[in-house]
């Protein structure tokens, strides 16, 4: 009876297949802030206000490896000169996998948002806006390149409707290509006052 009970308590804890989880979101188990994934990645793209012409925009997400992100976004380009973004988003992210609520769909591989505050700058009066708040979790369904250089992110989309309910991903969320921002070291050596009176 004993050896009954502890195979089916070993079956019980067994963890199940991707196909028979729930559907909704859980965090990767391996890690939730993958290593290839942190670091800072740029985005161009072109945005339309009614009435006008597109204009080209930026934007650059970075994932820090403790968990926080800043998704800010730009109408200069901040690669060429320093550039004050017009808003800025800050937020707790994990990767994981969601599975969708109809079977056919399959599993996707996805950043899960949760945002704390959004920063609006105001260029006329050269002040911040800080808006906290605690906001509902937005997905971005996400591939990594082989060579670690191109991070593929969809539109920002809500998959956890209030009252638990898991909603499906749109087929409409259209897909950016970001490249990753590589940081080079600077020409100036780094030399400490004492250093430099040792050299006078």
């Given at each position: 009876m004993q050896?009954?009970?502890?195979?089916?308590?070993?079956?019980?804890?067994?963890?199940?297949?991707?196909?028979?989880?729930?559907?909704?979101?859980?965090?990767?188990?391996?890690?939730?802030?993958?290593?290839?994934?942190t670091g800072r990645w740029i985005n161009e793209f072109y945005f339309a206000r009614t009435g006008q012409a597109p204009r080209l925009f930026w934007q650059i997400?970075?994932?820090?490896?403790?968990?926080?992100?800043?998704?800010?976004?730009?109408?200069?380009?901040?690669?060429?000169?320093?550039?004050?973004?017009?808003?800025?988003?800050?937020?707790?992210?994990?990767?994981?996998?969601?599975?969708?609520?109809?079977?056919?769909?399959?599993?996707?591989?996805?950043?899960?948002?949760?945002?704390?505050?959004?920063i609006n700058y105001d260029a006329t009066r050269n002040q911040f806006q800080h808006i906290r708040g605690n906001f509902g979790a937005q997905f971005r369904r996400y591939t990594l390149s082989s060579d670690g250089t191109q991070l593929t992110l969809s539109e920002l989309v809500v998959l956890e409707v209030p009252g638990n309910i898991i909603i499906s991903f749109p087929a409409t969320a259209r897909d950016m290509i970001f490249r990753r921002v590589v940081e080079l070291p600077s020409a100036v050596s780094p030399i400490s006052w004492a250093q430099l009176k040792q050299q006078y």
């Open positions: 050896y009954l009970f502890v195979i089916l308590l070993t079956a019980l804890l067994r963890p199940l297949p991707l196909a028979a989880q729930p559907p909704g979101f859980s965090a990767d188990p391996r890690t939730v802030h993958p290593p290839g994934i997400v970075e994932f820090a490896p403790d968990g926080r992100t800043e998704h800010s976004y730009f109408s200069l380009d901040p690669t060429s000169a320093p550039s004050t973004p017009y808003t800025s988003i800050v937020s707790t992210w994990q990767a994981g996998l969601f599975v969708d609520p109809q079977a056919n769909k399959g599993i996707l591989s996805v950043i899960r948002l949760k945002p704390s505050e959004q």
